[in-house]
């Protein structure tokens, strides 16, 4: 979260739990059932973290594997470091018999992990999902990232945690730029986005910011420029989401907007959304951590009926000086 404490739009509503059993592949861990969902969710103190609905397409944009077979698996796992892949190149990269590799691609595809396309393929993750909101002036549009949004996902990550109170996200483009792929499904940890964008036609130029400076602001897709197509990405949230027995109740949440479109509610409206979908997809626990340094954040989540729930004096080192780090948390 980042500078968003006087966002003038609440967090949206969960409205009620989902049924996980849908067409398609659900959320789940692969080497178990579905974890249970609860008929409504629990009362907490604090301002209320839903008052606005979530669309239901939303809350079913993506789907974690449930893979049968190996060959699956390493299929799967290729196209989505390569972002496009052909059937040639699979059938070149995975080194398994032919019609083993041509059976899983068949059926990662018929049950909707695969996007064909002329010969190629891309991991489907109900990406083609997005809603456009009115907020703050503009017509805001809020969809799942997809892999073409990967170097400026990391642009705009790091423009936003530039001035260095934000450690996990500025980890967060590490990860990004290092593993090159948007979506992660591991046996131990999945990540997905909802990023926020804004039709360039829609601002005027005087709001627009500076297109050449602070990580490559320019050009057209799919340079690290927060730019796709003839939008621009103007924030993001993040959840991390661990698949260890132990700890497969809780997501990590990161949001952030960029400085020049801030205070129009598209920070509440991106956190609302992805804690939404967090309980509709049985999670109980949203958390993230923060310097104490960034007051606005933590006021802003405590604004949302967020609360502390430890303090690590001196956890991080920022700029020469010892930081405390803030562990705060909404329980769904």
């Given at each position: 979260?980042?500078?968003?404490?006087?966002?003038?739009?609440?967090?949206?509503?969960?409205?009620?739990?989902?049924?996980?059993?849908?067409?398609?592949?659900?959320?789940?861990?692969?080497?178990?059932?579905?974890?249970?969902?609860?008929?409504?969710?629990?009362?907490?103190?604090?301002?209320?973290?839903?008052?606005?609905?979530?669309?239901?397409?939303?809350?079913?944009?993506?789907?974690?594997?449930?893979?049968?077979?190996?060959?699956?698996?390493?299929?799967?796992?290729?196209?989505?470091?390569?972002?496009?892949?052909?059937?040639?190149?699979?059938?070149?990269?995975?080194?398994?018999?032919?019609?083993?590799?041509?059976?899983?691609?068949?059926?990662?595809?018929?049950?909707?992990?695969?996007?064909?396309?002329?010969?190629?393929?891309?991991?489907?993750?109900?990406?083609?999902?997005?809603?456009?909101?009115?907020?703050?002036?503009?017509?805001?549009?809020?969809?799942?990232?997809?892999?073409?949004?990967?170097?400026?996902?990391?642009?705009?990550?790091?423009?936003?945690?530039?001035?260095?109170?934000?450690?996990?996200?500025?980890?967060?483009?590490?990860?990004?730029?290092?593993?090159?792929?948007?979506?992660?499904?591991?046996?131990?940890?999945?990540?997905?986005?909802?990023?926020?964008?804004?039709?360039?036609?829609?601002v005027g130029d005087g709001e627009m910011g500076d297109r050449?400076?602070?990580?490559?602001?320019?050009?057209?897709?799919?340079?690290?420029?927060?730019?796709?197509?003839?939008?621009?990405?103007?924030?993001?949230?993040?959840?991390?989401?661990?698949?260890?027995?132990?700890?497969?109740?809780?997501?990590?949440?990161?949001?952030?907007?960029?400085?020049?479109?801030?205070?129009?509610?598209?920070?509440?409206?991106?956190?609302?959304?992805?804690?939404?979908?967090?309980?509709?997809?049985?999670?109980?626990?949203?958390?993230?951590?923060?310097?104490?340094?960034?007051?606005?954040?933590?006021?802003?989540?405590?604004?949302?009926?967020?609360?502390?729930?430890?303090?690590?004096?001196?956890?991080?080192?920022?700029?020469?000086?010892?930081?405390?780090?803030?562990?705060?948390?909404?329980?769904?």
């Amino acid at each position: 979260m980042n500078d968003q404490s006087d966002d003038p739009t609440r967090l949206p509503k969960y409205g009620g739990p989902r049924d996980r059993q849908r067409t398609g592949p659900a959320w789940r861990r692969s080497d178990g059932p579905p974890r249970a969902t609860r008929s409504e969710p629990r009362p907490r103190g604090g301002a209320s973290a839903f008052e606005s609905p979530v669309e239901d397409d939303l809350l079913e944009a993506f789907a974690v594997l449930d893979f049968e077979t190996e060959a699956q698996k390493r299929v799967y796992r290729y196209v989505e470091r390569q972002g496009v892949a052909s059937d040639d190149e699979i059938h070149e990269r995975i080194d398994l018999p032919t019609e083993e590799v041509a059976i899983a691609i068949q059926w990662l595809v018929q049950h909707g992990y695969l996007e064909a396309d002329a010969g190629t393929f891309r991991v489907a993750h109900g990406t083609e999902v997005e809603r456009t909101y009115r907020l703050g002036g503009l017509d805001v549009t809020i969809r799942p990232a997809r892999q073409e949004d990967l170097a400026g996902l990391v642009g705009l990550i790091r423009t936003v945690t530039d001035d260095r109170t934000y450690v996990v996200a500025e980890s967060v483009a590490a990860q990004l730029a290092s593993e090159e792929t948007v979506i992660r499904d591991t046996d131990t940890r999945s990540r997905l986005f909802f990023v926020a964008t804004v039709e360039d036609r829609a601002v005027g130029d005087g709001e627009m910011g500076d297109r050449t400076t602070g990580n490559g602001l320019t050009g057209d897709r799919p340079t690290g420029n927060g730019r796709t197509s003839d939008s621009q990405l103007v924030g993001w949230a993040h959840l991390t989401l661990p698949r260890i027995e132990y700890l497969d109740h809780t997501a990590e949440l990161t949001v952030g907007v960029r400085p020049d479109f801030r205070r129009r509610g598209i920070g509440s409206r991106l956190s609302g959304i992805a804690v939404a979908w967090a309980a509709a997809n049985g999670y109980r626990k949203v958390y993230q951590s923060l310097p104490g340094t960034n007051r606005a954040a933590i006021d802003f989540l405590r604004n949302h009926g967020w609360r502390v729930e430890a303090v690590r004096p001196d956890h991080y080192r920022i700029d020469g000086e010892f930081v405390d780090e803030v562990m705060m948390a909404v329980e769904l």
